[in-house]
């Protein structure tokens, strides 16, 4: 069944301390949407709700995790890395604390809410902190695997997770390490390498590229810092030209990242798809159209990359 | 030892702090001198209440152990006063002496901003204005969250603010918070000196009144004068008395106090004295010194 990895947060939040782990969260008047509601339901003392205030929410969670605590954090992407970007730059990264940047609602597919709400720079804002780990998770059993490896490895952790109701490509108790990316089709003409909502988008448009003769090989990036560098090198290695796509900025997002890996390590062609502005309103598939990041517009690409 | 004996193990006298404070004006203009670069003024207002603070029986330290789990917490906000925390752990022993002229050096443990990672005795690393207030809050608030579920009394959290500081907006969040969560194990301390890089805080942007502005966020607010190591006591004690709030003692300093060419001067934040002007402080605090001394005993 199709969840939002938003879904996985409260979820795997009740789960860990279940386990006995002891962790609290602090969210920005956001509760109910980024699922930590469901925690705080479960464990009343261990959420925090610190009112339309981010830069106190890490602040606050960086205190909670200085008295032996793993603290996750809420609020929306964009508010929740960009309002307080210098807080958890200087308190959480530079004291290395186990605070667990977990926001919700990135990305275009927030849809209706706008550009004001479309984190697009979340990706690029947190991969350039020293002692930042980067998570993308691409559907619901994924991201409850990547709450549970930032819960459990000591450090600052972002888990980047969405609004929309996104496709199944893992079973139900998935795990990954902290540097994951996957092969989740075999492939030799291109690899698609993909993040986030933009892995079941890339699966779909090598199905309609297999029945052209195209055979793509696509590639869950789902850990953007660090990288899995061998699955990675592998895979381009192995295609000789990598397509990546993102639901983000093409400026310091996964893809910048996979290209300043195999400019280094296997240099081949690399085009990056994604956003290179604002969004705006609509739904999360006519955006996705209309900005050419859904399955049509990869499959398209790929294409015009292979001259067919 | 729990938090109360440790509490009560570094308790000194008013004479014997004077003192204290005195050797840490010492130490920071000379790590000053030695630098060439950093922050007198406002490491020199905060210095007596730094020391008032740490020997006042009301803070649970542990001069042999830094890290020490009983030990209550203090977090030095406006992290430019490092010099003044630094030259607190050489008096504690966390830091040998000898040490105090590596400050803003490559590789030395006295980074020019506090370093937790580099320096024992460092919470966390501070700096940036603004952020203190919010940390202070959280470990405040997890410290009530242990004693919950331990029984026991929680442990206390100072943070040290500066005047200029309070323009930050985070530290409202962080007021307004404290405030609704009752946090009455967090005690903050502005040091109000109304000196800030660009001119007199009441000029570039008044935070006055900033008493008031806290207690409408539903602290109790404390007047003291920074100076005076009584007065600092006396404000110390009242606020860890305060029951179902957080307090603020709002301390009165002058910038650059003990130095007398430095005092009030802005020209003094974020400048280092010279070898001469070094030479002259120094003599200036050791006299001071001698005097201290000297009224001690016909008293």
Same mark, same amino acid.
């Given at each position: 069944m199709a969840k939002a990895t938003r879904a996985a947060?409260?979820?795997?939040?009740?789960?860990?301390?279940?386990?006995?782990?002891?962790?609290?969260?602090?969210?920005?008047?956001?509760?109910?949407?980024t699922t930590t509601g469901a925690f705080g339901k479960a464990y009343p003392d261990r959420l925090v709700d610190v009112g339309i205030a981010e830069q106190n929410m890490i602040g606050v969670a960086s205190g909670l995790a200085l008295t032996g605590r793993t603290v996750f954090t809420g609020s929306f992407a964009v508010f929740g890395t960009g309002r307080c970007w210098e807080q958890i730059r200087n308190t959480v990264c530079d004291?290395?604390?186990?605070?667990?940047?977990?926001?919700? @609602? &990135?990305? /275009?597919?927030v849809g209706p809410d706008g550009a004001t709400h479309q984190a697009l720079e979340d990706i690029a804002l947190m991969r350039v902190l020293p002692g930042m780990r980067v998570l993308v998770p691409a559907d619901y059993a994924s991201a409850c695997a990547a709450i549970r490896v930032a819960a459990t490895t000591p450090g600052p952790f972002y888990v980047r997770l969405g609004r929309e109701p996104l496709p199944e490509i893992y079973e139900d108790g998935f795990t990954c390490d902290v540097a994951f990316a996957n092969v989740v089709r075999e492939g030799a003409d291109i690899a698609i390498m993909a993040c986030g909502v933009e892995v079941a988008h890339a699966l779909k448009a090598a199905e309609e590229l297999a029945v052209e003769g195209i055979n793509a090989e696509v590639v869950d990036v789902m850990s953007i810092r660090p990288l899995d560098?061998?699955?990675?090198?592998?895979?381009?290695?192995?295609?000789?030209?990598?397509?990546?796509?993102?639901? @983000?900025? /093409?400026?310091?997002?996964?893809?910048? &990242?996979? &290209?300043?890996?195999?400019?280094?390590?296997?240099?081949?062609?690399?085009t990056r798809m994604g956003m290179t502005g604002f969004g705006q309103s609509g739904t999360a598939a006519e955006l996705l159209s209309y900005y050419g990041l859904d399955a049509a517009a990869i499959a398209a690409r790929v294409r015009e990359l292979l001259g067919k | 030892m729990a938090t109360d004996a440790l509490r009560q193990a570094s308790a000194r006298s008013d004479a014997e702090i004077a003192l204290i404070a005195n050797r840490m004006r010492h130490d920071i203009i000379e790590m000053l001198g030695a630098a060439g670069s950093g922050h007198p003024g406002g490491s020199l207002s905060a210095t007596d209440i730094m020391a008032t603070l740490f020997y006042s029986g009301l803070f649970g330290m542990d001069p042999t152990d830094p890290e020490n789990p009983e030990r209550d917490r203090f977090i030095l906000s406006k992290g430019h006063a490092a010099p003044a925390l630094y030259a607190l752990f050489v008096q504690l022993g966390y830091l040998p002496h000898d040490e105090i002229t590596t400050l803003r050096q490559v590789g030395s443990r006295l980074q020019g901003h506090p370093d937790r990672h580099a320096c024992p005795g460092v919470e966390v690393c501070t700096g940036s204005l603004g952020q203190g207030l919010s940390i202070g809050s959280g470990i405040a608030l997890g410290f009530k969250l242990d004693a919950e579920r331990g029984g026991s009394e929680p442990r206390r959290v100072f943070v040290l603010l500066g005047d200029g500081e309070m323009q930050e907006g985070e530290n409202w969040e962080a007021a307004m918070f404290a405030g609704n969560q009752e946090l009455d194990n967090l005690v903050a301390i502005v040091d109000l000196n109304n000196l800030q890089i660009d001119g007199h805080v009441t000029d570039v942007n008044n935070i006055e009144p900033? %008493?008031?502005? =806290?207690? %409408? =966020?539903?602290?109790? %607010?404390i007047a003291a004068d920074g100076h005076d190591i009584a007065s600092v006591r006396a404000a110390l004690e009242a606020a860890v008395a305060v029951s179902g709030k957080p307090a603020v003692i709002v301390a009165k300093t002058i910038k650059g106090k003990g130095v007398s060419f430095m005092e009030d001067q802005v020209s003094w934040h974020g400048n280092a004295p010279s070898p001469e002007q070094t030479e002259v402080a120094l003599a200036e605090i050791d006299a001071a010194y001698e005097a201290l001394l000297a009224a001690q005993k016909e008293a």
């Open positions: 947060f409260g979820e795997t939040l009740i789960k860990l301390v279940d386990e006995g782990q002891d962790i609290m969260a602090v969210d920005a008047d956001l509760c109910g949407s004291s290395d604390l186990d605070v667990k940047i977990c926001p919700t @609602h &990135a990305g /275009i597919t560098e061998e699955t990675i090198i592998a895979s381009a290695s192995k295609c000789g030209r990598v397509l990546t796509v993102e639901e @983000h900025s /093409i400026y310091g997002g996964m893809g910048s &990242a996979v &290209a300043e890996l195999l400019s280094e390590k296997c240099p081949v062609p690399v | 900033v %008493a008031d502005k =806290f207690r %409408a =966020f539903g602290w109790e %607010a």
